[in-house]
């Protein structure tokens, strides 16, 4: 167990390690892939930092030198997206703290299952007017469980009137023409999916 002052990178801020103390937020385990110093954690972004808490919680705390003076508009997207993303149960301008979900990154080979899973989840977000810009590359931005998947990272979402993402994931498999047909408006869910499940 590590004191949660010790995960703050690239450098210690007492601003940042006091709020996490406020909010109850003391102690998290060196667990995961990613190398910060003599520690391990989930991951590791332009933003932020993820570690999994004492409360087995996933935390993402500013990182001391982000282009983000705040993490408060990220947390509110991510509410906004609703069971898209990891359920939010904290926030404020230095952290998130979210459900931990248990994954696997998105792989380029997955099955249609998988896929058309995520294309609902992509489709979800554009029902609520959030276009999502780094499911252009959703190899880490995407977490595959036994049952569904799960969109990460919210800091580079954005508000419109006509959001695009299942495109995006569609482009990023390789479905180019499927992708080009579903942006102009020649092709819904349903169609896709049947393109999908027999192609």
Do not use: C
Not at 64 to 71: G, H, L, Q, T, Y
Not at 77 to 91: E, L, T
């Amino acid at each position: 167990m590590v004191e949660i002052g010790n995960l703050i990178f690239p450098r210690h801020s007492r601003e940042i390690e006091d709020e996490l103390l406020s909010a109850g937020i003391r102690r998290a385990y060196s667990l995961g892939s990613t190398v910060l110093g003599k520690y391990r954690v989930l991951g590791k972004g332009k933003t932020g930092v993820v570690v999994l808490t004492e409360d087995l919680l996933a935390l993402k705390i500013r990182r001391v030198d982000s282009p983000k003076e705040s993490m408060e508009f990220e947390a509110r997207m991510q509410i906004r997206a609703g069971d898209v993303a990891p359920r939010v149960i904290n926030y404020g301008r230095n952290f998130i703290l979210m459900e931990y979900v248990r994954g696997r990154h998105l792989d380029y080979r997955e099955s249609p299952e998988t896929i058309l899973d995520l294309i609902g989840r992509a489709f979800s977000l554009e029902r609520v007017n959030l276009e999502h810009r780094e499911l252009v590359h959703p190899w880490k931005n995407v977490l595959v469980t036994r049952n569904r998947t799960y969109i990460l990272d919210y800091d580079s979402v954005s508000i419109k009137e006509r959001a695009y993402n299942v495109n995006k994931i569609l482009n990023a498999f390789n479905l180019h023409d499927l992708a080009k047909a579903y942006k102009k408006g020649e092709m819904g869910l349903e169609e896709l999916t049947r393109r999908i499940l027999t192609s």
